[in-house]
């Protein structure tokens, strides 16, 4: 229960005099102007309460109020409406307040504004420990600087360093970026994050355990880096941004998702300028439900429109198809394979070579192939030292599971064509010149030959042949054995 025991309506001299000499004889706390003072009674312990444009002075701070209490012993002091804390560090607004003097805490609560430090904290409850030079809140809040706002419901920030600690349901809004994470230290000129953390910017989406934002002009980040773009994600362990030049370094356990078949690994990915270059242990997979295709190549790149383009000791590998170039690029979505320097490909005992190599896919699986100029095949023939040769100006074939299907050799056909008698075991070559020959495999072996056009046909016992003068009998011009030493090395 409370009891008015003194109602003092004095003018403010005397108010003066009597705060000095009789209310308050600790120098701690000093009234410096109020209009009324009233002494009451709660619980036992007699405060004061000062009311109308009330003007304190308490350490180093100067409080303004409409009204404030404080106890006999000076331990507390309560204060509200109006109520403006400032000194020369800090300057706060709030609906009221409580000092307590023991464990030097000022306590802001309501519609609390504390500037300090270029920075402006809000919340409904703000603690100001003036010993330690320490700001906090545990109930919510936010703080607002010229580079970011960020909302938590756990702050600490410290006066002398200038540091700030966020904690729980973190948010932190930059010009560029939107931030949620569990922790985000601001440390100098750093904004460190920390726990499970998700950075939105208008062109992508990154997840990331560990990082930090410097100046708004370097982001790092570390721990299971996940980024999503619009097409296509990239992870990591590491992430490095140059902010300003929108410059990209990834680096350790690189993997690009382009779709959920195409796939791309590294351990080095520097992206700039819409153009994302793939580095150290390279490689592409084109998964499909029955087999997975590996193309590697010490170079990877993609442009900005998702093409992909390799450079440098490229091979191809999967279980029935083996190749090797110089350069390869894709096209229309990953759909056409273009091995454009030196191509050379293998399926079981054929080789097939050609200025450029086309290779199409349907839904991961190579569909067709198609040469543009000078095809070349090989065909090893069993238990001989001889090889089937086909040649031309253009080839279009078709597969099917990776096994050569049938292929079509048009213009300036050429054909050396070994086949053993049944009967005398002999062995003959048959040259042949055509128009169009048409071919037809069975498990990547060919298994028929027909010519259509302008045929003209040359058959020779191989007895009869002296092979060390008549080479051209048994090998076609541009005849050329490559080792196909191609490995699943990935």
Known sequence: MKHHILNNTLGLSILLFCCS?????????????SEKLNQLLIKDTVFQKFSGNVIIEYSDLKIICDTIMIDEY??????????????????????????KTDLDQIIFHQNTLLKTNNMEIRS????YNYENDEIKYFKSGNVITTDYTINSKEFTHELNTKNSYFHQNVTLKTENYYIISDNIHQ?????????TTTIEHVDFSINCKNGFLKKSKTLELSNGVT???????????????NIEKEENYFKDDVHVIMDEHTHIFGQELHQINNTS???????????????????????????????????????????????????????????????????????NNIQITGDKIQLYTHENNIDSIYIPTNPFIISEVDSSQ??????????QGKLKNNQIQYANIYGNGELIYFKQNDKNKNTSVNNVQSGHIEL?????????VLCVDQIDSKYTEIDTIDVKKELNQIYLDGFQLETNNVNKVF
């Open 21 to 33: 000499q009789n209310v308050f004889c600790q120098s701690t706390i000093h009234v410096i102007e």
């Open 74 to 99: 000076q331990h507390l002091v309560r204060g509200w409406g109006n109520t403006h804390i400032f000194n020369d560090t800090l300057s706060c607004q709030s609906d009221s307040i409580n000092i």
């Open 124 to 127: 409904n409850e703000v603690i």
């Open 187 to 195: 440390l100098e000129e750093k904004i460190v994050f920390s726990g």
């Open 227 to 241: 980024v999503d773009f619009e097409n296509q994600s990239i992870k990591a362990n590491t992430l490095k941004r």
């Open 277 to 347: 270059t793939i580095t150290e242990n390279s490689y592409i997979t084109l998964c499909n439900e029955k087999d997975t295709t590996f193309i590697k190549g010490e170079i990877i790149k993609i442009d900005q429109d998702e093409n992909l383009s390799l450079d440098k000791n490229i091979t191809i590998y999967n279980t029935d198809l083996q190749g090797r170039c110089a350069t390869m690029d894709f096209q229309s979505n990953d759909k056409e394979i273009n091995m454009n320097t030196n191509p050379v490909l293998w399926l």
């Open 386 to 395: 001889y090889y089937n040769q086909i040649k031309g100006k253009e080839l």
């Open 440 to 448: 037809f495999f069975e498990d990547n072996s060919i298994k028929e």
